[in-house]
């Protein structure tokens, strides 16, 4: 009997295994994207984020989706499914259950879905953390750590694999 061969995704795909989903999610780390909340057919909530966190197997750590971060635990999901759009743009779609969440990178150009407001002024987001230091419209703030808390250092993608 012969080992079972490695699945092959080639622009769309349907992944349930948790290295793999965190994987094809890994460029989304530091990205500002948007995001649409549906409950089997009706949206019940979307906006734009920036992409902190990916975490794997610690199911203590809640998902979140906010406008100023956006923490992406993969045990909070059943499995994901992406796909390529035409102008070679990824669409990832995170289920759990009758829930999902359709993700996808924000870009300035970027036209907006069926009910949805322009940003404002038409300024574009901003696609780096330079560029999000740099735009008066987001409020950042850095919180700091009791010192008996853990060193969260490198949290972002190694410690929290």
Not at 126 to 148: K, V, Y
């Amino acid at each position: 009997m012969s080992e079972a061969r490695a699945k092959l995704y080639i622009n769309t795909g349907v992944v349930t295994n948790r290295n793999d989903i965190y994987n094809i999610l890994r460029p989304l780390l530091k990205q500002t994207v948007s995001y649409t909340y549906h409950r089997g057919n009706q949206v019940l909530g979307r906006g734009t984020g920036w992409v902190e966190r990916l975490v794997v197997d610690h199911p203590e750590i809640a998902s979140y989706f906010t406008p100023l971060a956006i923490c992406l635990n993969l045990d909070s999901f059943d499995y994901l499914q992406f796909d390529t759009t035409s102008e070679q743009l990824l669409v990832y779609t995170l289920v759990i259950g009758n829930e999902r969440v359709v993700i996808e990178f924000a870009a300035g150009s970027a036209r907006p879905a069926d009910g949805e407001e322009l940003q404002p002024n038409g300024r574009p987001l901003p696609r780096s953390a330079e560029e999000l230091a740099r735009d008066l419209r987001f409020i950042q703030m850095e919180l700091s750590m009791s010192s008996d808390a853990p060193d969260a250092s490198d949290e972002d993608e190694d410690a929290a694999r």
